[in-house]
């Protein structure tokens, strides 16, 4: 068992989330409004890292991507592409697991308007960075976003210029690790069209394909 704390349920570090997560949980009891943890195979060789839970989404479920818009694109593809049993996401007890995959997010506090502070980001680093060095060698992680992106470039002190983000971009880290970038799967990204299902579903046959080329 390693030493490195990967999540806590019960952080409070960001006295700007903690305090609004207590005025959503007055507003919605029934809300899971707490640090949402990593959902997915503990083993797993592909970690998707979004931004943050979303207000009805995962901060209501406690689940990641699931019961918001941005889950509809992802768990389809998931399902598409072999890594989850189910195509939709519904509740956090509604049987889906995936498979080989894991999903977590660079924050994991619902922040308010969907925007963390660059101090909070940096603050909630210390969970996906443990989280991330865990994962065994040849293992893809997949970035939903700049935010994401980021964030795994600093969970591993890498930096920025040496490692662009771009839709569909392809990263080989000095560990081993290999780091796709995708848009992120929001309603405004899709309904914009900034992001279609087509590509993201390009993104997901890469990495399909070169994960069964490395461990298949």
Do not use: W
């Amino acid at each position: 068992m390693s030493a490195l704390v990967t999540f806590d349920i019960n952080c409070r570090q960001c006295g700007r989330l903690a305090h609004f997560l207590d005025e959503v949980k007055a507003k919605h009891p029934s809300y899971f409004c707490k640090p949402v943890p990593a959902f997915g195979d503990a083993d797993a060789r592909l970690v998707i890292v979004g931004l943050a839970p979303g207000m009805h989404g995962a901060n209501q479920t406690g689940r990641p991507f699931t019961g918001d818009y941005a889950g509809v694109l992802l768990y389809e593809t998931l399902y598409k592409y072999g890594f989850a049993t189910r195509p939709q996401s519904v509740s956090a007890d509604d049987g889906l697991q995936l498979i080989n995959c894991r999903i977590s997010n660079a924050v994991k506090c619902l922040p308010p308007d969907n925007k963390p502070l660059p101090a909070e980001i940096t603050t909630c680093n210390q969970f996906i960075s443990a989280e991330l060095k865990l994962l065994a060698p040849g293992s893809i992680i997949l970035a939903l976003g700049n935010v994401a992106h980021l964030a795994v470039l600093k969970s591993f002190g890498l930096k920025l210029k040496d490692y662009k983000f771009g839709h569909a971009a392809r990263h080989t880290l000095p560990n081993g690790l290999v780091l796709y970038d995708s848009y992120h799967c929001s309603r405004y990204n899709t309904q914009t069209r900034r992001l279609t299902e087509a590509m993201f579903h390009d993104v997901f046959a890469e990495i399909s394909d070169e994960l069964k080329k490395k461990f298949v």
